[in-house]
Structures are given as structure tokens and as C-alpha cells.
């Protein structure tokens, strides 16, 4: 085994070197490493494409005799590739997704009146990292404040009447999970059953059509339709869903423009959300992955409004 090292960073790892036959070599700055090392894996040649899933320009372009591919032809190579997973990325989001239903099945089974959102968060979070996750994002928001979408957990306790909107997610071996629930604090009134119908329909109608070759505008537009149609005739939504792997957000979106059909082996979310600023907010959002007939839920939490008790 050979490893390319740059810097000053200490192992004592005389032994193991000796033991594994493990050859280190050190250069002293990264792009001197780099070079060095797609240099052997590549077998002489010198083109180097960089996925730069952190976003913005590349952290480096001076790699001794490197060609850098242009990196808009490299972006759109690796977001192709990365859009349908393999069976090991398969597996990981799978685990990602199941450790999150646990964590928040518990959380929402434990949930009452006067709980601040930091303390519903708190344990959600700390659910996730029982079951083995990282959290990633933990969206608690009640009341009007389920209104703001991406939003962060405050002190506010949530009361009776208020709509409670969780929206989380969490890594497991570097992949993500994304899966959204709303509950309501006592019984829910006329406005919120119809509102909750109405997205639930759009949420239901998308998911059923996910499949092989369906495009993603067919997709956004039976959403925003069947959610019209259910009650909520204004209804307007930007996207209904996304790509998902080793970013929460991928390839393709779920949207109106640029379509995509979808591809056995791509994991996608869907999502019909509803924001109401004053009022409040509420959405659903399941994972699901493309098989070569339609598709594999790979969330199963209830899916109806969830009462938490008053």
C-alpha cells in the first residue's frame, strides 16, 4: 500500500509501516502529492476532472503537469454518474434512511405539549447518533413558525393548535437520508385537515408515478396538480422533490423545466410542502428508489397527519 502525504501531520506509525509493508511517500504541498499520485494511478497520463461537490471553483489548478478538464465538461460527468447508484451506495442511503424513521418514530411517539423545539430536535438528534447517523439538518418548526422553510429549532414550546413541521436528515457512511413528517398538537381543525389533504394528494399522486422513464416535469406537474385540484387551488411549488446521495440535494429536480427521465438505480425524494406565512406550514417526503419496474419505498413512516397529545 503507498500513500502520497504533504504537510505536517504526525502518525506513529513506524509498526505498522514495518508490518504492512506500507510505502509512504511525502511531498511537501498537496498539488505536488496530487500530481504524483494520478501520475501512477492514471499510468502517465496527466488530465485531471475534479467533482467539487462542495461547490464553487476549484481549490487547486497548478498541479505539476496536470491538464485540468474543463469544469463544466467534469460537472456534468459526475453529476450523470453519481445519479444512479450502485449497490453499495444503495445500501448506505437505505441504512441512512431507516436510522432517521427510528429516530424521528421515537421522537414523535414522545413528543407532548410544552416541549420546547430545541428539546424535540435534541432528541431526535441524539436518536440518530443511537442508531449509528450523524445528524445533518434537524428542522423542528411550530405554530407560524412552520411556516419558514429550512428553518432552525428555537425555545418556543409548542402549544395546543400548533402545527408542528419536522424536516431532518442524516449521514450514514457519507450518504444521506431526507424524510419530512407534520404533526398537530390536539385535533386539528377543518382548515388544517384540508390543507393536509390537499398536499397529502399531490404527495401521494407523485409518488405513485415514480418509475423508469418518467420525467421529472410529469412528475412536478401531477403534484402541483393533484394539490390544486385536493383543495389548495393557488398552490405553487418551485420543485417537488430531488435527487439524493452523498448530498442531500442532487441530480436531477424535481421540476418544471430541464426534464429528466428518471433511471432504474437513481433515489430520489418526493415532496408537496405548503408554507403559509401567519398560519403555518406542513409537507411530507418520502425516499424512494428507481427499480427496473417503479419503484422501492425506502421510507415507511405513517404518512397521515400525527396527533402529538395536547
Not at 511517500?25 to 462542495?54: H, M, P, T, Y
Not at 410544552?114 to 418548526?141: D, K
Not at 421540476?255 to 406542513?282: D, F, K, Q, T
Request: hydrophobic share 45%; charged share 20%; proline share 4%.
Amino acid at each position: 500500500m503507498r500513500y502520497f502525504c504533504y504537510g505536517n501531520f504526525f502518525f506513529d506509525d513506524q509498526e505498522l509501516r514495518e508490518r504492512k509493508a506500507t510505502d509512504v511517500v511525502e511531498f511537501a504541498a498537496f498539488d505536488e502529492a496530487l500530481s504524483a499520485a494520478i501520475a501512477q494511478l492514471a499510468g502517465g497520463r496527466r488530465k485531471l476532472g475534479i467533482d467539487n461537490v462542495l461547490g464553487g471553483p476549484p481549490k487547486f489548478v497548478s498541479a505539476q503537469g496536470l491538464q485540468l478538464i474543463d469544469t463544466h465538461t467534469t460537472a456534468a460527468f459526475f453529476r450523470d454518474a453519481r445519479a444512479v447508484k450502485n449497490p453499495l451506495e444503495i445500501s448506505l442511503l437505505r441504512s441512512a434512511s431507516a436510522l432517521t424513521e427510528v429516530a424521528l418514530g421515537h421522537a414523535l411517539r414522545d413528543a407532548k405539549a410544552g416541549m420546547t423545539e430545541c428539546e424535540l430536535a435534541a432528541r431526535i438528534s441524539s436518536e440518530m447518533i443511537a442508531q449509528s447517523g450523524l445528524p445533518g439538518f434537524v428542522v423542528v418548526t411550530s405554530g407560524e413558525r412552520s411556516a419558514l422553510a429550512d428553518s432552525y429549532p428555537t425555545r418556543r414550546r409548542i402549544a395546543a393548535g400548533d402545527i408542528v413541521r419536522i424536516d431532518v436528515g442524516a449521514t450514514f457512511g457519507g450518504y444521506w437520508s431526507d424524510t419530512a413528517r407534520t404533526a398537530f398538537v390536539g385535533e386539528p381543525g377543518k382548515d388544517v385537515l384540508s390543507a393536509f389533504a390537499a398536499t397529502s394528494m399531490g404527495h401521494r399522486k407523485a409518488s405513485a408515478m415514480v418509475a423508469p422513464g418518467v420525467t421529472t416535469d410529469a412528475l412536478f406537474d401531477e403534484a402541483v396538480t393533484a394539490v390544486r385540484q385536493a383543495g389548495l387551488p393557488q398552490y405553487q411549488r418551485h420543485h417537488v422533490g430531488h435527487g439524493l446521495g452523498i448530498e442531500s440535494h442532487e441530480y436531477p429536480t424535481i421540476a418544471a423545466s430541464n426534464p429528466v427521465a428518471l433511471r432504474e438505480g437513481m433515489v430520489v425524494n418526493i415532496e408537496a410542502p405548503y408554507y403559509r406565512p401567519g398560519w403555518g406550514g406542513m409537507m411530507s417526503e418520502d425516499t424512494f428508489l428507481v427499480t427496473a419496474t417503479g419503484a422501492e419505498a425506502l421510507t415507511s413512516l405513517e404518512r397521515e397527519l400525527l396527533v402529538i397529545p395536547a
